[in-house]
């Protein structure tokens, strides 16, 4: 009977079937709905005006609270640090996570507003990432990305050999990643990447930037094109 609530409560939540594994025992999903009982009651108590609150893990920071907006469903996790101090802050769509230890910084300096963050629907953001989004990181529908990932949405000036390259300001041309994709883990994406729909990135790869296309599968480091998905059903 409570794994049948279970299952019709969190379809509910994420807006599609879900039928938890029959081999997890009871007390472990008892111990787990507990937990996310406690991350529901936080993230009331944090954006109680909000139209949807989020599932808040204990120990998460969440800084500049006003400029952060959630789709139903969303998911931060344990010691996540989100600090939304931007021009368009953090936009969250339907059934968002966030994972553990999971760091974003919408500014890099007070110097310099950042632009933001802005994540589709049915998003899946690892544990143990970094997301700088002063130059703006948008990424698209049904998107995941693996653990220890890093977004660098900004890039310092280096020009002048007389002058320190701390002082000589930062220039930014954003991230976008599109619908589909899956960034595996250890990866690195740097300011002016635009991934296509449904790309795949290996695991470690260095993705500088320009435009990577749809269904392409890159790796190394450079990120180089590898292969193109096909449908092969």
Known sequence: MFRKLLDGYVSRVKGEDYVVDKRITTGYLVS???????????????????????????????????????????????????????????????????????????TGSLRHLGKGLRVGNNVGLGSDNFYGCAGGI??????????????????????????????????????RIGNNCWIGAKCTILDGAVIG????????????AGVYQENGIYGGVPARLLKTRVNTG
Request: aromatic share 8%.
């Open 197 to 208: 729909n449904g790309c795949i990135i290996a695991a470690a790869a260095l993705v500088l």
């Open 138 to 175: 948008v990424v698209g529908d049904d998107t995941i990305v693996g653990n220890f990932v890093s977004f660098h949405a900004e890039n310092h000036n280096s020009s002048q050999l007389d002058t320190p390259i701390r002082l000589q300001g930062v220039n930014h041309q954003g991230i």
């Open 32 to 106: 787990e709905f507990r937990t996310r009982l406690f991350m529901k009651l936080r993230g009331k108590l944090r954006f109680w005006r909000s139209a949807h609150t989020p599932f808040v893990g204990k120990g998460s920071v969440l800084r500049c609270r006003r400029q952060m907006h959630f789709g139903p469903g969303v998911s931060i996790g344990e010691h996540a640090y989100l600090d939304a101090v931007s021009v368009e802050g953090i936009v969250f769509g339907d059934n968002v996570s966030v994972g553990k230890r999971t760091v974003i910084e919408c």
